[in-house]
């Protein structure tokens, strides 16, 4: 009998896993890529307006940090450079079966201000890779790079800012037979949202308002943006609104939610705009659509304010 086997594909294990996060690491930085286009004022105006920031400085010359990602953003081409190891990672893990992906964390530190006028380069490392760790959503590895903006080349060029950017790629974990709702990701609560989750504990949609000039804000926060007090309480809402946008979750899987979930901007009637889960016949969400509240209890601790369409 032969003892000659075809070629027989390698298991793509953890053992297999780890190599290639090695080879991936042992490649460390890749080569500058230069942004599209310089630092430029009608890119910024556009982001100014999304985020709704005013502060004049961004009006003059100097670029918001927090938009270190934009200006070296990859266009619609979906092509990456082959040394990428961010995308390299990711492939390794579609290949071992890992093929969702969650993003976990994103810390940026800023090194100085940029301006009009100068471009930016990005670097990009594989700083770590952990796991397998077993989560909500499924079992996975997280994969953490490590971004650099540069200004300048060489031994002239200048970190601007950083990247941290981890992701969770991970196997959706089998949906159990019955969705158990008490193990839904718990919102937080705390000194500030306390009087929020009281209410809906007793069927009211409440409003945080300052007590010294009479606004209402949401979400709530320890201090009034506007006259900087810090003595707050808060108003009933009608619990009547409209929908503003919305989104349908059909992936990954959510602890303790049945999918897909539909998740809505809420324009409420007080005129404050507030994120929550609308339920009912998803045929019948559309913007602008008239939603009224209700309130689900999920046990003692947690009353979740739901919102459906009025018929
Ligand atoms: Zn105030």
Redesign the pocket.
């Known amino acids: 009998m032969s003892t000659n086997h075809p070629e027989v594909e390698p298991r793509r294990d953890h053992d297999w896993i780890m190599a290639r996060v090695e080879e991936f690491k042992a490649t460390g930085e890749t080569e500058p890529r230069v942004a599209r286009d310089p630092i430029n004022q009608p890119m910024i105006n556009n982001w100014l307006e999304a985020i709704g920031e005013t502060d004049p400085r961004y009006k003059d010359g100097i670029a918001p940090p927090a938009m270190a990602q934009v200006w070296t953003m990859y266009g619609l081409d979906p092509t990456r450079p082959a040394n990428d190891p961010l995308h390299g990672t990711m492939q390794m893990f579609d290949e071992a079966g890992f093929h969702s992906v969650l993003g976990t964390n994103c810390d940026q530190t800023y090194a100085r201000d940029v301006r009009v006028g100068e471009t930016v380069s990005i670097t990009t490392r594989l700083e770590s890779v952990v796991g397998p760790k077993v989560t909500g959503v499924g079992e996975g590895y997280f994969v953490t790079t490590l971004n650099t903006w540069w200004v300048g080349h060489g031994d002239d060029r200048e970190a601007v800012a950083t990247m941290l950017f981890r992701v969770l790629k991970f196997k959706p974990a089998k949906r159990a037979a019955k969705v158990d709702k008490t193990q839904l990701v718990r919102p937080q609560m705390n000194q500030d949202t306390e009087y929020f989750w009281q209410g809906t504990a007793i069927g009211e949609l409440r409003i945080q308002k ?6 209402l804000r949401h979400p709530p926060g320890p201090m ?6 810090h003595d707050r309480g808060y108003v009933v809402a009608s619990g009547k609104g409209t929908v503003f946008s919305f989104i349908v979750h059909h992936a990954p899987q959510l602890p303790g939610k049945e999918l897909p979930v539909t998740l809505a901007l809420i324009e409420l009637e007080e005129g404050l705009r507030m994120i929550g889960e609308v339920q009912g016949n998803r045929d019948q969400i559309a913007i602008g659509a008239p939603v009224e509240v209700a309130f689900e209890k999920i046990d003692d601790d947690l009353t979740l304010a739901q919102w459906s369409v009025v018929a």
């Open positions: 300052c007590n010294a000039c009479g606004e009034c943006p506007t006259c900087h007090a």
